[in-house]
C-alpha cells in the first residue's frame, strides 16, 4: 500500500488515520473503484459520479477521500453532508462510518425524523463534521429554521448523494434537486456533488442532474471488477382454472400456483439467509403467510418474514438486523424496501414473483446476491392463467415467461433504462414556491421561477407556465398565495394551514390509516379505506388477527393472533412502465427458437405455447389481429408510445387499453382500426391530444394546479414520445 519512488499513490494521499483504518479492517489495498476516486476526488474540484456494483465498496470510495479533505479543513463546519432517500440507509452508514471520523474527530450525526434530537441541537449550535439526512429532513431545516440552515451549511465542502438512480425518477428526485440548489445558496462556495449507484443505466441524465448548468464538467467513474458470475432460474407455474389473479391468504394444502412456488421457496431457501420480491404488498402478505404455514406444519423455528412500508418500523428493523447478523437462517418476503442500498450481509439468492419490468430494478435486487466471491443467484418465479378456448391472445402468447426471458437477455447485455421526464413537476414547483416563501416571508414572481425553476435549474418550467401556476393557486378557494400590492408573493391562508403541517416536508402522497396493535406493540398501518370493526379477521405482518377493539378517533385497531384472516386493501398498485427495448426483445425471444437453458421444464412449455400462439394467431405476420370483437395491435414499442397511440384511438372515438405490447380496440374490428390509423395521415400534435388525457392529477399538489396547464405540460413530456410513435405507427401499418 505504501509508494515506490516520487510519485505517491492515491493510498497515500489520504490522512494518515484514514490510513491506519484501512490496515486495520485487514485490506491488502484499496478496490479498483476506491483507487479512482480517490485520485479524482483529491485531485481536482468536479463533481463525480461513482457506478459500482451493490457490496463493492461505493461508500468507502466516496468517503476516504472526501473524509481526507474535511479533516485537512480543520474544525469549525459541517463539511459533508450526505443524502440519503431512506432512514434506514442512514442507520446503516452511520454504523460503517462511525469509527472512522471518530478517529479524525470529526463528529457523525444522523439526522432523519427517528434520529435522537440531541445530536441534531449539538450540530446545530456546533457545526462541523458529517452530516447523514434525507431530502425531508433537508425541507425541514430550510423551512423551520432558515437562519440556523444558513450557519449550518455555510462552510460545507461537499454532498454525497446515495442511490443516484432513486433520485432520477420521481417527485423526490425533482424535490431533492431543488432542495440541492437552495443549500449551496446558503453555502460559501458551491459544494462538489459526488453521486453514487449500483444501477444508473443513463450516466448522461446522471450528470445533469448533479449540475444542469454544466453536466460535461461530472466524472464519471466506473468499477473494473468483473462479479464472480450467476446462477439463474426462470420457473414457470400454471395458474388453476378458476383463479381470478386476486392473492389473498390460503390454507395449507391449497394448490395454486402462489402456494406451488411457497413450495418451493421453502425446501430450497430454508436454513439460509435470501430475498424475495414479491412485488405488492398484497402479494408478500400471502406468500409470507404460506411459508409461515410450512413452518409450522413442519415444526420447525420461522424463518420467512414479510417486510413492507405498511410494517411498523420495528419490525422491518428487526428483519434487516436479523439478516445483517446472520446467526439465524431468514428470509425476507419483501416489496421494493429492499431493493436500495442497506447493508443486509451475506444473501446467498434472491428470487422475484413474477416477470420483471424494469432492469434497473432487476440489477439492484440482483446485486444484494453473490457476495464475498460467490455466484449471484436469482430465481424468476413467473405464473401463467389457464388457458381456455376463447383466451385472450395477450394471455395465449404467455407474456410473462417471455418477458422473463428477453429481461434477461438485456440483463447479460448490461442494458439498464434511461431516466424519463416526471408527471410531477408542477407539484414540487409549487411545493417549493410555498417552501421558499414560508422560509423567507415573501418573494416576487420573477425572483421566484429564477430561484426555483431558472435556466440552471433541474426542475425546469417555462416563465408562463409558471405564471400559470402562481395565477391558479392564488384563485379564490384555493388561495395557497396571494400577492401584495407591490407585487410581493405571500402565503395565503390555506398555504399557511398547509406549510404549518409535518406532512408538508414530503412530496409524496401520504393517506389516513389504521394502526394495527396488539399487546402494546404496533404492527404496521393499513389504508383507512379498510372497513374494519370488532370481529373483522385481518391477514398482516405475515400472520392472522382479529380485531378486538376499535378506537375510531385515534384509528387505531387492537387485535390479537386468530387462525383466519383476509388480506387488506392496501394502496392501489401502479403499473410499472415497459421500456420499448424489453417490448422488442420479447417479440425477439418469440420469433428465434432458443431454449434457455435457465428455464425450467414448464417454463419452457409455456415459451413453446408462446411461440405457436405467436404464429398461429398471426401475429408473426400482421400487426393487427382480431378476437372477441376486439382489435390488437402489436406495437413492441413500451408503455410510453402505446399510452400516446391509444390516446389517439379515443380521440377517434374508439375505447382502447394500452398494455406493455400494443393497444387494444375494444368492440372494433381489426379492418376498422386500420382505416382510423390509415386515416391519420399526420399524426396529430401532442398538444391536441393532451384533451384526450384522464387521470392527470396524479401526484400530491395536483389537486390545486390548473388543468390547463397540466395538459400542457403533459403535451410537453410526450414530444420526444409523438416522433418515436409516428414511427411505430408506420412500421405498424405495411404490416397490416
Not at 341 to 369: E, F
Not at 401 to 427: K, M, Q
Request: with cysteine; proline share 5%; hydrophobic share 40%.
Amino acid at each position: 500500500m505504501s509508494t515506490s519512488g516520487s510519485e505517491a499513490t492515491s493510498f497515500d494521499r489520504l490522512h494518515r488515520e484514514v490510513r491506519r483504518w484501512i490496515r486495520e479492517q485487514g485490506w491488502t489495498g484499496l478496490r479498483d473503484i476506491q483507487d479512482q476516486a480517490t485520485r479524482t476526488i483529491l485531485g481536482s474540484g468536479s463533481d463525480v459520479v461513482i457506478m459500482a456494483a451493490t457490496a463493492s465498496g461505493k461508500t468507502e470510495a466516496a468517503f476516504l477521500p472526501l473524509l481526507t479533505q474535511a479533516a485537512e479543513a480543520g474544525p469549525g463546519g459541517l463539511r459533508v453532508l450526505y443524502v440519503s432517500p431512506l432512514k434506514a440507509l442512514i442507520n446503516d452508514q452511520h454504523r460503517r462510518l462511525e469509527l472512522l471520523c471518530e478517529r479524525l474527530e470529526l463528529p457523525l450525526t444522523r439526522w432523519h425524523g427517528d434520529a435522537p434530537a440531541g445530536a441534531k441541537r449539538r450540530l446545530l449550535g456546533r457545526p462541523e463534521g458529517v452530516a447523514l439526512i434525507t431530502p425531508e429532513s433537508i425541507e425541514a431545516l430550510l423551512l423551520r429554521r432558515p437562519a440556523e440552515a444558513a450557519h449550518l451549511f455555510r462552510g460545507l465542502q461537499s454532498i454525497v448523494i446515495d442511490e443516484l438512480h432513486a433520485f432520477l425518477k420521481g417527485p423526490r428526485g425533482l424535490h431533492l434537486a431543488s432542495l440541492l440548489r437552495r443549500v449551496d445558496r446558503l453555502c460559501d462556495s458551491r459544494p462538489r456533488r459526488v453521486g453514487l449507484s449500483a444501477t444508473l443505466g443513463d450516466e448522461t441524465s446522471g450528470k445533469r442532474w448533479l449540475d444542469p448548468a454544466r453536466p460535461d464538467a461530472a466524472v464519471v467513474l466506473r468499477s473494473e471488477a468483473k462479479g464472480p458470475g450467476l446462477k439463474l432460474q426462470i420457473r414457470g407455474y400454471a395458474e388453476p382454472p378458476d383463479a381470478d389473479g386476486i392473492d389473498e391468504l390460503a390454507e395449507d394444502g391449497a394448490q395454486d400456483a402462489l402456494s406451488r412456488i411457497a413450495d418451493h421457496l421453502y425446501g430450497h431457501l430454508r436454513g439460509s439467509n435470501n430475498l424475495v420480491f414479491g412485488g405488492s404488498r398484497r402479494t408478500v402478505e400471502a406468500l409470507a403467510d404460506r411459508l409461515r404455514q410450512r413452518c409450522v406444519r413442519n415444526g420447525v423455528p420461522e424463518e420467512f418474514f414479510p417486510h413492507h412500508g405498511s410494517l411498523s418500523k420495528e419490525l422491518r428493523e428487526t428483519l434487516e438486523l436479523r439478516l445483517k447478523a446472520g446467526d439465524l437462517p431468514t428470509t425476507a418476503v419483501a416489496t421494493t424496501t429492499l431493493e436500495l442500498g442497506i447493508d443486509l450481509g451475506s444473501v446467498a439468492s434472491v428470487a422475484q414473483i413474477g416477470a420483471p419490468k424494469s432492469l434497473a430494478s432487476l440489477k439492484q435486487r440482483l446485486g444484494r446476491s453473490g457476495r464475498r466471491g460467490e455466484p449471484a443467484v436469482l430465481r424468476i418465479y413467473v405464473r401463467e392463467k389457464h388457458l381456455a378456448a376463447d383466451s385472450d391472445p395477450l394471455d395465449q402468447l404467455r407474456l410473462g415467461t417471455v418477458r422473463a426471458v428477453a429481461a434477461v437477455r438485456l440483463l447479460l447485455e448490461g442494458f439498464v433504462e434511461p431516466a424519463t421526464l416526471d408527471p410531477s413537476l408542477a407539484t414540487v414547483a409549487l411545493h417549493q414556491t410555498l417552501s421558499t416563501i414560508a422560509s423567507a416571508g415573501g418573494i416576487r414572481p420573477a425572483a421566484a421561477h429564477r430561484a426555483i425553476c431558472g435556466r440552471d435549474s433541474y426542475l425546469r418550467m417555462e416563465p408562463g407556465d409558471y405564471a400559470d401556476l402562481l395565477r391558479g393557486v392564488g384563485r379564490q378557494g384555493v388561495d395557497l398565495l396571494e400577492q401584495s400590492s407591490d407585487g410581493l408573493l405571500m402565503l395565503g391562508p390555506a398555504g399557511e394551514r398547509m406549510t404549518e403541517g409535518r406532512d408538508f416536508y414530503a412530496v409524496f402522497q401520504t393517506d389516513e390509516e389504521w394502526r394495527l396493535v396488539s399487546s402494546g406493540r404496533t404492527l404496521g398501518t393499513v389504508p383507512i379505506s379498510n372497513v374494519l370493526g370488532i370481529g373483522s379477521l385481518v391477514g398482516f405482518a405475515g400472520r392472522r388477527w382479529r380485531v378486538e377493539a376499535v378506537d375510531d378517533r385515534a384509528k387505531v385497531l387492537e387485535v390479537l393472533p386468530h387462525r383466519s384472516g383476509r388480506l387488506p386493501k392496501f394502496d392501489p398498485v401502479t403499473g410499472e412502465a415497459v421500456h420499448g427495448r424489453l417490448s422488442k426483445m420479447m417479440r425477439c425471444v418469440l420469433e428465434d427458437a432458443e431454449e434457455p437453458s435457465y428455464a425450467d421444464p414448464q417454463a419452457r412449455a409455456f415459451l413453446a405455447e408462446a411461440r405457436s400462439a405467436y404464429r398461429r394467431l398471426g401475429v408473426d405476420t400482421r400487426s393487427v389481429v382480431e378476437a372477441g370483437g376486439d382489435a390488437y395491435l402489436m406495437t413492441w414499442a413500451g408503455t410510453a408510445v402505446n399510452d400516446l397511440l391509444a390516446i389517439l384511438v379515443q380521440a377517434a372515438g374508439v375505447e382502447c387499453e394500452a398494455n406493455d405490447v400494443g393497444i387494444i380496440a375494444v368492440e372494433c374490428g381489426a379492418d376498422e382500426l386500420v382505416r382510423l390509423l390509415a386515416s391519420v395521415i399526420e399524426f396529430p400534435s401532442v398538444e391536441s391530444l393532451s384533451g384526450f388525457v384522464e387521470n392527470l392529477r396524479s401526484a400530491k399538489l395536483d389537486e390545486f394546479v390548473d388543468e390547463n396547464l397540466l395538459r400542457r405540460l403533459w403535451a410537453a413530456r410526450n414530444v420526444p414520445v409523438r416522433q418515436e410513435a409516428i414511427t411505430v405507427l408506420a412500421e405498424a401499418l405495411e404490416r397490416v
